[in-house]
């Protein structure tokens, strides 16, 4: 099929073809278009809203996309490799840096990967601190997403900055709660093997209270946007209709799994932690378009805060290590072996595979995170659409490229 | 006319005109920047100057030092050419507005079209910057623009139209003048004046690339647009063009629709003034509340909703002219 | 909880079954027939040259029917040899394989678009093989 001038009877044709035509990330743009007529439009990696330093090789035909190339890398830090060079103590403020805006998960799946060798479980008030940070992660991560979504639809310089500082303003305080917990903000360094490092301080409780009464508030306002703002709804309701089956076999998991239909939570279907004893709500939306998206992460916010007042009420007392404080590194030893943990981080499955070879270090350690197989879904979504749409569309996967590339 | 001789009139009144509007320009990006910060919880500008007011000045001269870049591959002379003749074009539009009673660098019998088409003559230099830019980004840019100016014209000018209908005039001071008495045509006819005035501001904004209508800059998806790959100064007056460009529809939306320089105690221009720059801060108020639409939702929203709605409207003020 | 592949003569044991190079794509074929959509991931680990093992990879892909039945098919390629791709039969298998045989140098044969997909094109050496040292000065830094 050609689309250069001789060929091209009208532009409605080709669009009508390039639409209909099955998605096809492998398309031969040589076969299709030989007399290579289609515009190459290098998105990124310095491009404003790519998220980062992703890099998608767009073959345009005016401005509809025939084919869509992402090449990644460019924030590749061979965190997999440096876990390999240290001891298991010493690998959580590293992996901190892969999902930069969900630090607290990534904490969390790779020591609960470290665990399942070990064999241990940490104590009962561990765990309530590690779920609870882990859902107040989880909403400071989709108050991101809401600003930067903002973003790509309303610009750095328009109604989007607006919505974007409203965000940030709540995510915050959300980040100064963590700040109170663990002495920092993005980072936290905050949990171990077997356990957290630092223990809720005196007063932790009531102002993670009042923070989260004020989201639950404004949230609201998020809502009536999703609701009644019609650019919002024309440029979300269709786009980029993620299909179940696609999704499932690209391994896309998270709000972008459960806004297709699927109704796939780690939290209630693998349970892990406290959340074997946790009831959790998981929502889902069938239509699997960018505002689906959109709902799908507002009523997860609302049920992290429900389950953030929830687990407030039941801090039991005790130790928070199992192991004896952890004061050198390089103290954890687990038999060899291979082992396979993974948590519902904000953005779906974030799982950690390690191999043990019984000395202090791990063999190798893989990080599966979820943004990778979200990003995957750009090729077979973006043919066919329009160039704003694919920042949209780009933009409601969320993906986070530290995690993408590592 | 205040002096004799039309030329020196028009040098004189011209002068102040153009620096009005460029002063009005350079405080109003302050005005935006702490109008926009109030909106979004931060303070704006307030390290230069009491307030931040000496901000412009700060930006001038931030602008002038840049190093001025060209890229390679770019055609120089189109390059080059291209921001200034813009902002040529878009002063020069304001040359047929009165401000008040003669106070006019050109009392033209055809002053809105003049105003108008001058206006719409902006695509020309935004297509040459795009093309000669060398850069895709700055060519989608471009072909966007060029699409959205062949599309608005059409409803503005319709909707422009109404005042001249109602009024009898091509002329400026004429339609003002059919106004006086408060029956300012955005209230009265009832109906057809104030939807001509919607849709006459909506499509300026469109002109003027304003959001929600800004797609040809679409920073999000076209990184700037045409002005991708200018620096310094020749950013600065694309810069200017846009903003004026708001500013001069906001004056022409003003004599159209508003009553002009008429309101309570004395009239004169500081009420054409006030009743602009209230334009001119609500626009203000639309870009930094409302997301953008796509390329194509906006077209059909154009030729399916705003061409046929000022045609109906203009019948509508055609009507009411035969039948009173 | 265990899928029985007891007519591929393997034994599921904790969800992990260990397959035969040759097996794999018939037993993954059979997996997808039998449910199993979900792809969870392809790792790889190198294992050098001992005095009993020649140089070899182990690879591990992770399946799943939903809600939380796994299977972990695991399998030990020797370096001279290509493992069977399993991109034709879940597309998450492209680029996790893409990222296998870029960071770790397993090759997969049938693989569509056998490509490096975190490093530069002209990389030399797969960082993640045991052989190579990251306290070495490498590409573009030497």
Redesign the interface.
């Known amino acids: 099929m050609a689309v250069g001038h001789g060929h091209l009877p009208e532009p409605v044709a080709a669009l009508i073809r390039a639409r209909a035509a099955v998605p096809n990330p492998h398309l031969d743009v040589e076969s299709y278009d030989p007399e290579g007529d289609l515009l190459v439009l290098n998105l990124g990696p310095q491009h404003p809203s790519t998220h980062g330093v992703l890099r998608v090789k767009l073959y345009l035909d005016g401005e509809v996309c025939i084919k869509a190339v992402p090449y990644l890398g460019y924030l590749h830090r061979g965190v997999e490799k440096l876990c390999e060079k240290l001891t298991y103590v010493q690998i959580t403020p590293i992996v901190d840096k892969n999902d930069y805006v969900a630090a607290f998960s990534n904490e969390l799946a790779i020591n609960m990967g470290f665990e399942t060798l070990l064999g241990v479980e940490p104590p009962p008030r561990a765990q309530h601190i590690r779920a609870l940070g882990a859902e107040m992660q989880r909403v400071a991560s989709h108050l991101l997403w809401i600003g930067t979504f903002g973003l790509d639809m309303g610009g750095a310089l328009g109604g989007g900055a607006t919505l974007f500082m409203h965000t940030f303003r709540e995510r915050e305080s959300i980040l100064d709660c963590f700040e109170v917990l663990t002495g920092s903000r993005f980072h936290y360094n905050t949990l171990q093997v077997g356990g957290c490092r630092h223990d809720i301080p005196a007063g932790w409780e009531t102002l993670v209270r009042q923070t989260f009464a004020t989201i639950s508030a404004r949230i609201e306002e998020y809502e009536s946007f999703v609701r009644t703002n019609a650019i919002f709804l024309a440029r979300t309701r269709g786009v980029g209709v993620v299909d179940a089956e696609l999704a499932l076999s690209l391994g896309v998991s998270g709000p972008v799994l459960r806004a297709s239909g699927v109704d796939y939570d780690l939290r209630r279907d693998r349970p892990y932690g406290l959340y074997r004893e946790l009831k959790v709500n998981v929502a889902t939306a069938s239509a699997g378009d960018c505002q689906a998206r959109f709902e799908v992460r507002l009523a997860e916010m609302r049920e992290s805060i429900r389950l953030v007042n929830l687990l407030l009420d039941g801090v039991p007392e005790g130790p928070i290590n199992v192991l004896k404080a952890v004061k050198l590194p390089g103290t954890v030893k687990p038999k060899p072996g291979i082992g396979y943990a993974a948590i519902e981080s904000p953005r779906g499955e974030l799982g950690t595979w390690v191999v043990a070879d019984g000395s202090d270090k791990p063999y190798r350690c893989k990080i599966r995170g979820p943004s990778l197989h979200a990003l995957s879904l750009l090729p077979y979504l973006a043919p066919g659409q329009n160039l704003s749409d694919i920042i949209v569309t780009l933009g409601s996967l969320d993906p986070i490229m530290g995690e993408v590339d590592r | 006319m205040i002096l004799g001789n039309p030329w020196v009139h028009g040098g004189v009144v011209g002068f102040v005109v153009v620096n009005f509007l460029m002063v009005t320009f350079a405080w109003s990006v302050w005005f935006e920047r702490k109008f926009?910060g109030r909106?979004?919880?931060?303070p704006g500008p307030t390290e230069v100057g009491p307030f931040g007011l000496l901000q412009p000045i700060a930006d001038l001269l931030k602008l002038l030092q840049k190093q001025d870049i060209v890229p390679d591959g770019a055609d120089r002379a189109l390059f080059n050419l291209a921001p200034p003749i813009g902002a040529i074009l878009i002063l020069a539009s304001a040359a047929a507005l009165p401000f008040g009673p003669g106070l006019v660098a050109a009392d033209l019998d055809v002053g809105v079209l003049f105003a108008l088409s001058i206006t719409s003559l902006m695509v020309i230099p935004v297509w040459m910057a795009g093309w000669a830019s060398n850069n895709?980004?700055a060519l989608?840019g471009a072909m966007r623009a060029a699409a959205q100016a062949v599309s608005f014209e059409v409803p503005l000018l319709l909707s422009a139209m109404v005042p001249i209908v109602l009024a009898g005039s091509f002329s400026i001071a004429d339609i003002v003048a059919a106004q006086s008495g408060y029956a300012w045509f955005a209230l009265w006819p009832p109906g057809p004046g104030l939807v001509a005035f919607v849709l006459f501001f909506l499509t300026s904004l469109a002109e003027a690339n304003r959001?929600?209508f800004?797609?040809p800059?679409?920073?999000?998806?076209?990184?700037a647009g045409v002005t991708t790959e200018y620096t310094g100064m020749k950013f600065g007056l694309f810069y200017l063009a846009e903003y004026v460009h708001t500013l001069v529809a906001s004056l022409l939306a003003t004599v159209l629709f508003l009553g002009g320089w008429e309101g309570p105690f004395v009239d004169g221009p500081h009420w054409m003034i006030a009743k602009a720059l209230g334009l001119y801060a609500f626009i203000f108020w639309v870009?930094?509340?409302?997301?953008?639409?796509?390329?194509?939702?906006f077209m059909a929203l154009c030729w399916k909703v705003l061409v046929p709605t000022s045609l109906a409207t203009l019948v509508a003020a055609a009507l009411w002219k035969h039948l009173s | 909880m265990s899928i029985d592949l007891s007519h591929f003569d393997l034994v599921a044991e904790n969800d992990i079954v260990v397959v035969p190079v040759d097996k794999l794509v018939d037993v993954a074929t059979y997996l997808r027939g039998q449910g199993f959509e979900y792809f969870v991931y392809c790792c790889a680990a190198h294992y050098p040259a001992s005095e009993s093992e020649p140089d070899r990879a182990l690879v591990e892909y992770r399946l799943r029917r939903l809600p939380a039945e796994d299977v972990a098919l695991r399998l030990w390629i020797p370096s001279s040899d290509a493992c069977p791709s399993l991109a034709g039969l879940w597309q998450a298998a492209d680029w996790q394989e893409r990222e296998q045989f870029d960071l770790v140098g397993v090759r997969f044969a049938g693989h569509p678009d056998l490509r490096r997909i975190m490093l530069p094109e002209d990389w030399p050496g797969h960082p993640l093989r045991r052989d190579y040292a990251i306290d070495t000065r490498h590409f573009p830094w030497r």
């Open positions: 926009a909106m979004q919880n931060r895709k980004y989608l959001i929600p800004d797609i800059e679409a920073e999000s998806e076209l990184v870009r930094w509340t409302l997301l953008r639409y796509r390329a194509d939702q």
